[in-house]
């Protein structure tokens, strides 16, 4: 395996764990948003 192929490795490999990380990122924000958006109001009206 060359070095170019390598770098081309590298890259698919940090691209796969930015796909990852933004996957779990998508889906706490959408399975806890609710409930923060909720806290968040009940703390503000009790202001």
Do not use: H
């Not at 070095?3 to 764990?17: D, H, L, R, S």
């Not at 933004?22 to 968040?40: E, K, R, S």
Request: aromatic share 8%; net charge neutral.
């Amino acid at each position: 395996m060359n070095e170019q192929n390598k770098k081309g490795q590298g890259m698919v490999e940090y691209a796969f764990i930015l796909i990852l990380v933004a996957f779990v990122i998508i889906v706490a924000v959408a399975t806890l948003g609710p409930g923060v958006g909720n806290l968040y109001m009940s703390v503000v009206n009790s202001l």
